[in-house]
């Protein structure tokens, strides 16, 4: 292994003044991109009258009453009950497209085989229809597969690697690696299946760690498959049960909503800062060289 | 095409076969468990409605220990969308909700179910005009839950400050449009504009249109008015914008469906046309001063407002247990207790034995609401028929065919136009 | 997305005694790690999109059989419907203003970050957090009250003399407010960026600095072409993703694409006459014409690609 590298980037080297001014730039341009975020939380706080009226950031009183509505449940479905349904079937995604989407993506990445030009641009190709014309194909099948109302059209897809963005994602994080890798261990016996283990997808961490958080985000802000696919309320999500405050028909509760989102949005922080911390041990800190 | 639901398609067919090979299991869509029926029952609505709605189910599976109920509900927008792609997918609910424009659309294409043959519903004690709207060709496939109408929304106590008399009964569109002149110009109201403006919406150009003796649809599914006649609606409502009497098109097109981004829901104008059950929305913005007024008549005084089913009932032609879903439907319209549970949560109810019941318990604004209904009755004519297939989307059409005309890409003519040549499309006439 | 599965066997490196067991069991080996991935691609992707390749030659309204029309909907789109062609037309004034902007700020933060020494999660969690709202119903809300009349840009701008007045309700600039909302989220682009940057091995620029190299040298020499996969990914993915853009749209205009349908993105038009209209085989004719466009342009790419990506174990000319 490597010993005391300097695994920073050329710009640390330079003059201490030229890193207060790159802090200055970064935070100048936070408070920026932070502003529309303290609006949403300031909102969650504000009274009937002033959440869409107002275009003031700060309530004029603070309005306690919406976060007691929403964390009320919806529908007679607890907040804690709908907070574990929308972890279940994030964590579920998560698992499935780690593991399914690193499995198809090493193939295409690393491994030979005929037809593998066309079905890896077939892969491609399965992004660019927009989802919402084969929505009542994939609806019917999963309707004959009897899995309507349970948490399976969201999770299943997952385990058959469908999520074309990550198995791209991780075939470009494996291309990057040195075909020596795989030589040497060949060479020391391994196999496809023990190179793929041992050697190719430690050093592919880092996407490893972005698909798990970009799913796991994403997937818990998938209102419409949610909302095709889940019948009973007990079943529903956080963020199915975010929109059910809103009714065009009848009288909405916007306020409730707000405090709702900032509390939907509690877990996914809580996974996001979980997580990012690794996105750090890339090819650096493995020890490429061994 | 009518009536030809067996053979939904023989693409669909493919996937069901090909997903049913390779599964080698069919979903059998919801059946019964332990000898109990289990119905699935789904509307629209907020939370309150879904709090009402479940206690009634909750009262009617101790009268049936035998019947099962679940239900689900979703926003007005959001449920369209999922009910079609339910209903695409051969699975729609055993019992849900449906809106007038839907009707005419989920019964030819053979979505619902007959409920005329079912004698378990009984219709005697709903109103025998609300009843026909229901009603497509000859069968009733769909009842109506309760009854809304068209009004004016405003904030009275501004409406005094700027010295404009109130609203009547029997007062005409040009009243209306010289109301809306003085409260936008008068000091009282503070920059605020006297309405919305009318132009965007299919509802108050219908209402017009039926002031003028004429209708949206014939009764043989035809349009029923001319591209002069909408040119004549879009050129006043034009004249009313360029005046200031109603809201710029900048306060239209921030319209969503909800009260709260209304101009009168974010306090730019005076008021505000909507139906009347959404009203009690406005009541925390706009304050006490928050009142209801008819919608404005014709020349010869013909009102054109009228009482619409606010909502229906229907149950699926593919449900297998077709008796106990009558019998749901029939609990939640006729039955006394859940009427006093239900209360107007789905509007002021369409049946009038539960009406007279309801009407003296209902709090807060509802009550309102209901004294608003109160001076129509019998005084209206019956409203249309459901509006007919290929409908769906021309409300949405009217109100991008204005915007091109209240940003003045199009004249009113020329946007009329538009919207004749669409919507024949669309009716395939 | 050319034919790599037609070059000679012998492009593939000299293994140690590479024998044709080997490579039989390597093309078994392939097939295994592809199983779920052909499963899922055959029964939840390929069937679907017969299906709506099918339906896009028929007159289908969701609720009754669908009647074969030939190119009837493809005429009727391209012939037609001037609403169509405004929509290509909006959004490909989205594509060009998100995607570049979205990449270089996402790439701009990603390579800043990488030099900041102290309080490096902090920054990466704060840049990221915008991109954990998605497009909701409240994070819409709020696009709408700031880019409002009379809201915080307006009034900032009005502050340093320019007025514009609100965003949102002006045809000329709502989709400048949508593409803004995209281009707050570059998180997901940021973090690939980042992950990127983390594989590349340190040594390289250890060797650049012993040789004096100015930090815009390394940044060129080194920096930029061991990203490139990952530039490259990025830029073909936002692509994408913008030509179907449907939700920030959707969301700021509240579904309807107004004003005067200025925000009508394809995407959104095709939901409006799938979903709205009942006419599922005009939304799939148009969902297929966005696929073959796409396609193009991501063909275009991966054609330039050879001349600027750059792969590390190059001699595997990978699944192009």
Not at chain 2, 97 to 120: C, K, M, P, V, W
Not at chain 3, 162 to 183: C, E, H, Q, R
Not at chain 3, 294 to 311: D, E, H, K, N, P
């Amino acid at each position: 292994m490597t010993t005391a590298r300097i695994t920073t980037a050329p710009a640390a080297r330079r003059r201490p003044t030229g890193r207060i001014v790159l802090h200055i730039c970064l935070i100048a341009v936070l408070l920026v991109m932070l502003y529309p975020l303290a609006w949403l939380l300031a909102t969650s706080f504000k009274p009937a009258d002033e959440v869409i009226a107002s275009l003031k950031l700060l309530p004029s009183h603070f309005e306690w009453g919406n976060y007691s509505t929403a964390l009320d449940g919806v529908n007679e479905v607890s907040v804690g009950r709908l907070l574990w349904n929308s972890l279940l079937i994030a964590c579920g995604a998560v698992l499935g497209n780690v593991i399914s989407c690193s499995l198809a993506a090493y193939a295409f990445a690393r491994l030979r085989f005929r037809m593998r030009g066309p079905l890896f641009a077939f892969m491609i190709a399965t992004i660019m229809l927009p989802h919402h014309a084969i929505l009542i194909p994939q609806y019917i099948i999963f309707n004959q597969l009897g899995m309507v109302n349970t948490y399976w059209p969201m999770i299943l897809p997952k385990f058959l690697a469908t999520d074309a963005f990550f198995v791209f994602l991780i075939v470009q994080f494996m291309r990057g690696l040195p075909r020596e890798l795989e030589e040497a261990a060949r060479i020391d016996g391994c196999g496809p299946f023990r190179s793929f283990f041992s050697v190719i997808l430690p050093l592919t961490r880092p996407a490893l760690i972005t698909t798990a958080i970009f799913t796991f985000i994403w997937t818990w802000n998938d209102f419409f498959t949610q909302l095709i696919y889940l019948f009973e309320p007990e079943k529903f999500t956080l963020t199915l049960a975010l929109r059910s405050f809103v009714d065009a028909s009848s009288q909405s509760a916007f306020g409730p909503m707000f405090a709702m989102s900032v509390f939907a949005l509690l877990p996914i922080v809580l996974f996001f800062l979980a997580f990012q911390r690794f996105l750090v041990e890339g090819m650096a800190s493995s020890g490429l060289k061994g | 095409m009518r009536g030809n639901r067996t053979t939904r398609s023989c693409a669909l067919a493919l996937v069901l076969t090909l997903a049913g090979t390779l599964t080698g299991c069919g979903g059998d869509g919801g059946g019964g468990s332990g000898g109990k029926v289990s119905l699935r029952f789904t509307w629209w609505g907020n939370p309150d409605r879904a709090a009402r709605t479940e206690a009634a189910v909750k009262l009617f599976e101790q009268r049936h220990p035998d019947i099962d109920i679940a239900t689900s509900f979703a926003g007005f927008d959001t449920y369209k969308a999922k009910l079609a792609t339910q209903a695409a997918g051969g699975d729609a609910p055993d019992v849900m909700q449906l809106d007038y424009r839907q009707i005419n659309q989920y019964a030819t294409s053979g979505i619902l179910l007959n409920l005329g043959e079912h004698s378990e519903l009984r219709t005697s004690e709903i109103d025998k005009g609300l009843l026909a709207t229901g009603v497509v060709d000859g069968k009733q496939y769909a009842l109506p839950v309760a009854r809304g109408t068209e009004t004016v929304a405003y904030d009275a106590a501004l409406w005094r400050k700027a010295g404009v008399p109130a609203p009547t009964l029997t007062w005409t569109w040009d009243d209306w449009a010289d109301a809306m002149r003085k409260l936008s110009a008068s000091r009282a109201t503070q920059g605020r504009v006297g309405s919305t403006d009318p132009g965007q919406s299919e509802d108050v150009f219908e209402i017009w249109l039926r002031s003028r003796g004429k209708s949206l649809y014939t009764k043989d599914e035809k349009l029923g008015f001319t591209a002069d006649d909408l040119t004549r609606y879009w050129e006043w409502c034009t004249k009313l914008r360029k005046e200031g009497a109603v809201v710029p098109a900048e306060q239209t097109t921030q319209m969503d469906g909800t009260v709260e981004n209304t101009p009168l829901g974010r306090l730019k104008s005076v008021s505000d046309f909507n139906w009347d059950a959404p009203t009690s929305g406005y009541a925390p913005i706009v304050g006490e001063g928050l009142k209801l007024a008819p919608l404005p008549v014709g020349d010869d005084g013909t009102p054109g407002q009228y009482f619409k089913p606010s909502m229906f009932f229907g149950a699926s032609a593919k449900t297998a247990h077709p008796k106990q879903a009558a019998q749901f439907i029939d609990f939640l319209l006729n039955d006394k207790k859940a009427g006093a549970i239900l209360g107007a949560t789905r509007g002021i109810p369409a049946n009038d034995a539960i009406r007279q019941d309801v009407l003296p318990k209902l709090e807060g604004f509802d009550q309102v609401i209901s004294t608003y209904q109160k001076q129509f009755e019998g005084k209206l004519k019956d409203p249309p028929p459901a509006p007919p297939k290929g409908d769906a989307s021309l409300q949405t059409t009217f109100s991008r065919d204005y915007d091109q005309v209240s940003y003045e890409r199009m004249s009113p003519r020329e946007a009329a136009q538009n919207y004749i040549t669409e919507a024949k499309a669309e009716l395939r006439q | 997305m050319t034919a790599t599965a037609t070059r000679p066997p012998d492009a593939a490196p000299p293994a140690t005694g590479g024998k044709r067991a080997r490579k039989r069991e390597r093309q078994g080996a392939a097939w295994v790690f592809l199983s779920p991935w052909v499963l899922g691609a055959a029964v939840l992707t390929l069937l679907p999109m017969a299906v709506s390749l099918y339906l896009s030659f028929t007159d289908y309204d969701m609720f009754d059989a669908p009647r074969w029309i030939g190119f009837r909907n493809y005429t009727q789109m391209f012939t037609e419907d001037p609403r169509y062609w405004r929509s290509v037309l909006t959004t490909l004034t989205y594509v060009v203003i998100a995607v570049p902007l979205q990449l270089l700020l996402a790439l701009a933060v990603a390579i800043a970050l990488k030099s900041v020494k102290r309080g490096k999660g902090f920054y990466r969690s704060a840049f990221y957090a915008p991109s954990l709202l998605g497009a909701s119903m409240s994070i819409a809300l709020v696009w709408r009250a700031i880019f409002n009349d009379g809201g915080s840009v307006d009034n900032l701008l009005s502050g340093m003399g320019i007025d514009i007045g609100g965003w949102i309700n002006k045809p000329g600039w709502a989709i400048l407010s949508v593409a803004l909302l995209t281009i707050w989220q570059f998180g997901a682009p940021m973090v690939i960026f980042l992950a990127g940057l983390q594989q590349i091995p340190a040594e390289l620029y250890e060797a650049a600095a012993v040789d004096g190299a100015s930090w815009w040298r390394q940044f060129r020499s080194i920096t930029i072409p061991m990203l490139s996969p990952v530039l490259f990914f990025n830029l073909v993915l936002q692509m994408i993703q913008a030509f179907q853009v449907f939700t920030p749209a959707f969301a700021v205009s509240a579904g309807k694409g107004g004003p005067a349908d200025s925000t009508l993105v394809y995407t959104l038009y095709l939901y409006d006459r799938g979903f709205t209209a009942s006419h599922m085989g005009y939304a799939s004719a148009m969902a297929w014409a966005l696929l073959l466009a796409i396609g193009v342009v991501t063909a275009v790419l991966f054609r330039t690609s050879r001349a600027w990506v750059f792969y590390a174990n190059d001699n595997n000319e990978g699944a192009r």
